[in-house]
C-alpha cells in the first residue's frame, strides 16, 4: 500500500529564504507525483506535474525534483514571499490513485 | 473554463439527516474524484470514476456513504444516515490525463 510522507510538518521561515519541503513515499511504482498547494479554506491548486519519467519540473520561482528509485522529492522555493504562506501537498499517482502525503504547513513572515 | 463547482460549499445538518453533496466537473474531463479532508487523517480517496463509472469505492467508509456520476457533467456523494464524524470538508477533483484540479469543497458539520 503506497504511503506518503512530508517532512517538516510546519515551517516558519522569514522572508527571502530559500527552502525546501521533502516528500517520500513507499512504493517507486509511480505514474507521476504533483505538489499543490491549499489556502485556507479553499481547494487545492496544482503547482508541478513530474511524471515518472522526468527528474524536475521548474516554474517560476518553484522547482521539484523527483528521485524515484529513492521514493523522494523535493520542492525547491527560491526567494520565498509573504505570499507564498500555505499548506503544500505532495501527492503520487499510483494505479490511477492519487495518494496525498499530509502536507507541510510553510509561513514566511515579512 | 469555470473550474469544478461543488455546492454546496457549507452544509450544517444534524445527525441522521441525509446529505447530499454536488460537483460538476471540468468540461472534457473524463475522470472523477471524491475526497475527505480532515485534520486528523488528512486527504482520502473516497471513490472515483473513470467515463462515469466507479473504479475503486475502496475509500468509502461505510456503506452509509454512496456515489452516482448519472453522467459526464455531473456527481453526487450521498451519507444516509449522517453522523457528527462525518463531519469535514469533501472535496471534488477531475482529471483529462494530466493534473488533478480541484473544486473548492464542501464543509460538512453534523452535529
Known amino acids: 500500500k503506497q504511503e506518503v510522507t512530508q517532512i517538516p510538518a510546519a515551517l516558519s521561515v522569514p522572508e527571502g529564504e530559500n527552502l525546501v519541503l521533502n516528500c517520500s513515499f513507499t512504493d517507486s511504482a509511480i505514474y507521476n507525483l504533483q505538489w499543490f498547494r491549499q489556502d485556507p479554506g479553499k481547494g487545492l491548486t496544482s503547482l508541478l506535474l513530474i511524471q515518472s519519467s522526468q527528474r524536475e519540473q521548474t516554474s517560476g520561482r518553484l522547482n521539484a525534483s523527483l528521485d524515484k528509485s529513492s521514493g523522494r522529492s523535493t520542492l525547491y522555493i527560491a526567494a520565498s514571499q509573504p505570499g507564498d504562506s500555505a499548506t503544500y501537498l505532495c501527492?503520487?499517482?499510483?494505479?490511477?490513485?492519487?495518494?496525498f502525503g499530509t502536507g507541510t504547513r510553510l509561513q514566511v513572515f515579512p | 473554463d469555470a473550474g469544478v463547482i461543488q455546492s454546496p460549499r457549507h452544509e450544517v445538518t444534524e445527525m441522521g439527516q441525509e446529505v447530499t453533496l454536488r460537483c460538476k466537473p471540468i468540461s472534457g474531463h473524463n475522470s472523477l474524484f471524491w475526497y475527505r479532508q480532515t485534520m486528523m487523517r488528512g486527504l482520502e480517496l473516497l471513490i472515483y470514476f473513470n467515463n462515469n463509472v466507479p473504479i475503486d469505492d475502496s475509500g468509502m467508509p461505510e456503506d452509509r456513504f454512496s456515489a452516482k456520476m448519472p453522467n459526464a457533467s455531473f456527481s453526487t456523494l450521498k451519507i444516509q444516515p449522517s453522523e457528527p464524524r462525518d463531519s469535514a470538508v469533501y472535496f471534488c477533483?477531475?482529471?483529462?490525463?494530466?493534473?488533478?484540479?480541484f473544486g473548492n469543497g464542501t464543509r460538512l458539520t453534523v452535529t
Open positions: 477533483a477531475s482529471r483529462a490525463g494530466g493534473s488533478l484540479h
Open positions: 501527492a503520487v499517482m499510483s494505479t490511477d490513485k492519487l495518494i
